[in-house]
């Protein structure tokens, strides 16, 4: 099993349709082993997006989260980074509209910036990601049989 944070950005919160499907997608297809709704501080966000810092979308980015709250998931399921990412479609709402037009950015998405959600892109991402929005999480090892 594999784990994997997902996030759904301020205007998805604002949209309770889309909210609601959402939530209902992740529900079906994944455990989800904690969840809860976070505003996002300059701290979180600037420790968030470290690996962005210098890039031409940092500041649109880091201020449009810091926008209004956000909702967090830690999935879990086989695959779940990768089936998590499929979900999601394409990270550009262009591309995702005309390539996979049911994924989730091409249903709910605005802009590249605007696009519905995030998702971990590795395992190790993805705990250093949970670690952030979710400190008190403590990542469960596969217990080791003695023989």
């Given at each position: 099993?594999?784990?994997?944070?997902?996030?759904?950005?301020?205007?998805?919160?604002?949209?309770?349709?889309?909210l609601q499907q959402i939530k209902t997608l992740i529900g079906n297809n994944f455990t989800i082993l904690e969840s809860k709704e976070v505003c996002i501080t300059?701290?979180?966000s600037e420790r968030f997006y470290a690996e962005h810092k210098g890039k031409f979308?940092?500041?649109?980015l880091s201020t449009f989260m810091r926008s209004g709250p956000c909702y967090a998931f830690i999935l879990e399921s086989e695959s779940c980074i990768a089936k998590w990412r499929h979900l999601m479609g394409p990270t550009k709402v262009f591309k995702a509209v005309?390539?996979?037009?049911?994924?989730?950015?091409?249903?709910?998405?605005?802009?590249?910036?605007?696009?519905a959600c995030h998702?971990?892109?590795?395992?190790s991402s993805a705990l250093r990601e949970i670690a952030i929005l979710f400190p008190e999480f403590k990542i469960r090892k596969p217990d080791k049989h003695i023989q």
């Open positions: 099993m594999e784990i994997t944070l997902a996030l759904l950005k301020p205007h998805v919160l604002r949209n309770s349709y889309a300059k701290e979180l979308f940092y500041h649109r005309y390539s996979e037009p049911n994924c989730i950015r091409a249903l709910y998405g605005l802009s590249d910036t605007r696009n998702g971990s892109d590795s395992e």
